[in-house]
Every structure is written in C-alpha cells, then in structure tokens.
C-alpha cells in the first residue's frame, strides 16, 4: 500500500517551455504533498508543501511564480516548472502523507522526474 | 551548515557481509528519525522510523539504533546482497520539518 506515482519519470524539452509533472497518491488520501529537488550525490532538498485546497509554502529561495504547484485534489498535485532554463535541470521527487506534516508516519515517494532542459 | 550528517559517504562492500552506516544531527527539537533506501534514478523507500524513545527498530537485514542523547543513529545492513546497492538516505523531523542527510551510497560486489 502507500503508492504514489510520479509523472513523467523524464522529460527533455527546449529552454523557454513550460514542464508539468504529476504526483499522484494511488492508494490513499494524501492530506499533504511535498516537492523536492535532488542534484547529483546531495540530499533532497524540500521546495515547497501543499496542503489540499490551499496554497502551497514554498521554502526560501524557491520562486513560487517558477515552480507552481497546484493540489486540487487528496490524490494528485502538479508542479509546473515555468519557462525552464538549463539550472532547472534537476532530480524532481515528490512525496505524500496521509497525516498532514505533524506526523510521525512516514511520507511516501514517488520515483521522480528527471528534468532536462536544453 | 547542514543538521544531518551522514558517514560514510561511500563504501564498497563483498556480498554477505556487514556494514554500518553512521548519523549525525543537530536537529532540534527532535520528532523523529527515519532511514530511506534509494536506488538509482528512484524516489526514496522508507526503511525504519524512530522516535526519541525508541532505540532500536529492525526491518529484516536492516537495523536502526538511535541514541537521542548523543544524537546519532546507525543503521546496519546484514548479510548484504547486490540488491542493497543504493543510497542510503538518515532524515531527522522536527516536527513539521524534514532535515536529508546527503546519503551514504553502498556498493555490493559479487
């Protein structure tokens, strides 16, 4: 139990476009979703959280007019990386909970998205 | 500075044989610590979590410890197989917030 599905698993696409990547909680109710971003051989690093029906938080640093997320429903939120640039290219994971953020239940990963923008 | 340290951050192993995986952090106030396996080009698998009063927690081969006192945690991989090649990912929550370790990669050879 406890699949999220990521989508695309990679994408290439010209600089200027814009990329849409769906997170999707398969087997259950995802209260709050996360997004990461990985560079090679370093740690996860949290972008932003969304909570159903409400706006997400972004970390500092993270542009939220770049990376829109949406998270319409308890089972899917959508990242959309805008007019990306090569620096976008990156590792893009996300994560759902089922018990919102003050949990101790672990969050559940999707496989990513590998973004390459040339 | 990043709270979550993590050692080492490579070794190479002959199946069947042992190893450990080291965790330091700073993080507080202290939730929970958890252990994440991550193959290549995957997201993340949960392996273990622990909370403060707990000191340690076995998933099959994998075993956590955690000492909340000194701040470290290790896990221990037994009997190792080629299938646990990955990264090995320490992530300490702080509530609402979660602090990555930058992982310590294990390579499993025949």
């Known amino acids: 139990g406890a699949v999220v599905s990521q989508h695309p698993s990679w994408v290439i696409c010209k600089s200027g476009t814009s990329v849409k990547i769906e997170c999707r909680s398969l087997d259950f109710q995802a209260t709050t979703m996360f997004w990461y971003r990985q560079f090679p051989k370093q740690s996860l690093m949290l972008m932003a959280t969304s909570n159903e029906g409400s706006k997400a938080t972004y970390e500092q640093g993270v542009e939220k007019d770049k990376f829109l997320i949406n998270h319409a429903s308890l089972t899917l939120s959508t990242l959309t990386v805008t007019s990306a640039h090569p620096e976008d290219s990156s590792f893009y994971i996300c994560s759902a909970s089922f018990a919102g953020t003050y949990s101790n239940q672990p969050q559940h990963f999707g496989d990513g998205t590998r973004l390459s923008i040339l | ?110």
């Open chain 2, 1 to 110: 500075k990043n709270q979550v340290e993590q050692s080492p951050q490579s070794l190479i192993i002959l199946e069947g044989k042992n190893c450990t995986l080291q965790c330091n952090y700073t993080v507080s106030p202290f939730s929970n610590l958890r252990w994440y396996k991550q193959d290549t080009g995957r997201g993340p698998v949960s392996l273990t979590i622990m909370t403060f009063s707990e000191n340690t927690k076995s998933n099959g081969r994998y075993t956590a410890t955690l000492d909340a006192d000194t701040k470290q945690s290790s896990l221990h991989i037994t009997a190792s197989q080629l299938s646990d090649s990955a990264s090995y990912i320490c992530v300490v929550s702080e509530y609402y917030k979660l602090s990555f370790g930058a992982g310590t990669t294990v390579t499993v050879r025949a």
